[in-house]
């Protein structure tokens, strides 16, 4: 095992390792901002893996697959088929499913006249594409002589019981149209497809059943200067059973804040201890808004029918008329609070508790990526959470799950969470295999969690692959988020390199995907190595790294655009490039 290093040594190592990244901050141009996306939680698969119980429960043969194992050959075989698949951002399918898309649109793809299937998209309507994959996917198999046996159902975020309804109606069209197992000539096996793994068993803890988790720690890791609000928060999930992987990601349940509620009752004029009956029980309307509805996230549903409801048509012609950019900052810049107070109800107008109810989506639980492995936390998990701000119109309001993790939490409080397994984002099981990890921002959290884990290995096995950080937020003085603890690594030889894009450290913006194309021929060589590419942060930050990888891999093997974009597209198929965007 190796000695821990002395602080004197650490400081040194800090010391050193800071001027090499503040000579590696040489201006760049920056690249064009994408557009954002959703994280993926596991929901599909969770959908996929029930409807496959039910199947078999009711005596049919079922197949439960990835979109990803749906290959021409296998395609080209099924006769009934259930698609679960979600939208990313604006319109995307998620990666385990861009092989089918682009097989299904080409000119190759088979004739398809023998299969029979249905679709349930999930998506959510704060994002304007809401949906798109699914609807995509239906018209892709249409378009090769398919049909569908039903109606697409398109799912928010509450999607439950929209999600059971779509499965018993499945079931039943398996039960009238395929020939049971015991049959001498059995049909087809329904085949059920997600774009997600199947997992095995269902966790005891879920999104419906939470796990009352313990605060032990939450602690700010930004500076006092800094302009960003980060927070290092440690849970206990001892008892619970809980098992998560580096790379999951922790489902947290938040309620709004008692003040918002009470400002939003305020505002609408009604009794906080009106009562309201609902499907799932009787409720008060500050309950209800308290932790059943969502008031800190817009969508265009919402904002199109508090607009009728409240008889305010500028709210209506205004928002109607703004292209999708400016429709999107909308959305994301205001709360329902904000809303309500720019554009008041007119007269005449009147917003029951019943409307209210309506108008506003089910309160979702937000997604982390953890930042911690079992290894070396035994039973905690720990996060990495940023405190959203926004202030549309001269109010400054947060995030509901960071402003409740970072600032209305202490030790010894529970916080209601689920395990979200993301096994595309996983280190490779071969410890030879070199790891490039590129994050900004609250990104570098997986990261942490994959050097705990290398660091255990380390110890059991005396090896560990070569690793190289390139990471990226504004300023390296405050916002080198677990600066000793890299440094520390670093120190010991589990982290060959470090190479920081600081954004705000110099006149021009530097991002890391300056860093990459700077480090072209190092990262080059990396991959000759058959090393791992990951990517996690933001969306934008995302395909700016990927357009990146492109100009290395053009600039190296002196290939086109479209040849370096097959190329990525290619070492995606490998699962060497893994992504963890939102």
Not at 5 to 13: E, G, Y
Not at 116 to 130: E, P
Not at 171 to 194: D, F
Not at 255 to 263: A, F, I, Q
Request: aromatic share 6%; glycine share 6%.
């Amino acid at each position: 095992m190796t000695d821990q290093p002395s602080s004197q040594q650490i400081d040194a190592v800090v010391q050193r390792v800071l001027a090499e990244l503040r000579a590696s901050a040489r201006p760049a141009q920056p690249s064009a901002a994408a557009p954002a996306s959703a994280s993926q939680t596991g929901n599909g698969e969770e959908i996929a893996r029930e409807l496959g119980k039910e199947a078999e429960r009711a005596g049919l043969a079922v197949e439960v697959q990835s979109l990803s194992a749906l290959r021409p050959p296998v395609l080209k075989k099924l006769e009934h088929a259930a698609f679960v698949i979600s939208t990313h951002g604006e319109g995307d399918p998620p990666d385990d499913a861009l092989d089918l898309f682009e097989y299904l649109a080409s000119p190759r793809a088979a004739r398809l006249e023998q299969l029979r299937f249905r679709v349930l998209a999930l998506g959510d309507r704060s994002y304007s594409q809401f949906c798109a994959a699914g609807r995509k996917l239906e018209n892709l198999l249409l378009a090769q002589g398919a049909g569908t046996f039903a109606e697409r159902i398109e799912c928010d975020i509450d999607f439950q019981s929209a999600a059971t309804a779509w499965t018993t109606e499945v079931v039943r069209y398996g039960q009238q149209n395929l020939a049971p197992e015991e049959s001498p000539t059995p049909a087809s096996p329904l085949s059920v497809a997600s774009h997600l793994s199947v997992v095995p068993q269902v966790a005891r803890w879920n999104r419906a059943r939470p796990f009352a988790a313990t605060v032990e720690r939450v602690q700010k890791i930004t500076g006092l200067e800094s302009p960003k609000d980060v927070y290092h928060v440690e849970l206990s999930l001892q008892g619970s059973g809980l098992e998560y992987h580096p790379g999951d990601a922790l489902g947290v349940w938040a309620p709004n804040p008692h003040g918002l509620v009470d400002e939003v009752l305020n505002d609408l004029h009604v009794d906080a201890g009106e009562e309201i009956t609902l499907a799932d029980g009787h409720h008060t309307a500050h309950e209800l808004l308290t932790r059943h509805r969502e008031l800190t996230r817009l969508s265009a549903d919402t904002i199109r029918d508090y607009a009728l409801v409240a008889k305010n048509a500028d709210l209506l012609s205004h928002f109607e008329e703004m292209d999708e950019a400016d429709r999107r900052g909308f959305l994301e810049q205001r709360q329902f609070v904000d809303l309500v107070q720019e554009f008041p109800a007119r007269q005449g107008a009147h917003l029951g508790l019943e409307d209210v109810a309506r108008i506003l989506r089910p309160l979702a639980p937000r997604s982390y990526s953890i930042a911690s492995s079992p290894a070396s936390v035994a039973e905690e998990v720990h996060l990495t959470v940023a405190t959203l701000f926004s202030n549309a119109i001269g109010t400054p309001r947060r995030g509901v799950a960071s402003d409740f993790l970072n600032h209305r939490l202490q030790a010894g409080d529970e916080v209601g969470v689920f395990v979200e397994p993301n096994r595309r984002f996983r280190l490779p099981a071969d410890r030879k295999i070199p790891l490039i990890f590129i994050g900004a921002g609250t990104g570098i959290a997986p990261y942490r969690a994959f050097l705990q884990q290398l660091e255990a290995q380390k110890e059991a096995v005396g090896e560990s692959p070569a690793t190289w950080l390139i990471f990226g937020n504004p300023h390296l003085r405050t916002d080198f988020l677990y600066q000793r603890e890299w440094l520390d690594w670093r120190q010991r030889g589990l982290v060959a390199r470090i190479d920081g894009a600081f954004s705000r450290d110099q006149a021009e913006k530097r991002y890391v995907q300056h860093v990459v194309r700077e480090q072209a021929e190092r990262i080059g060589r990396w991959l000759d190595k058959e090393a791992r590419i990951y990517i996690c942060g933001s969306l934008a930050m995302g395909h700016a790294v990927e357009q990146a990888l492109c100009d290395v891999l053009a600039q190296r093997r002196g290939w086109s655009a479209e040849q370096a974009a097959a190329g990525l597209s290619e070492l995606r198929r490998q699962g060497r490039l893994l992504k963890d965007l939102y």
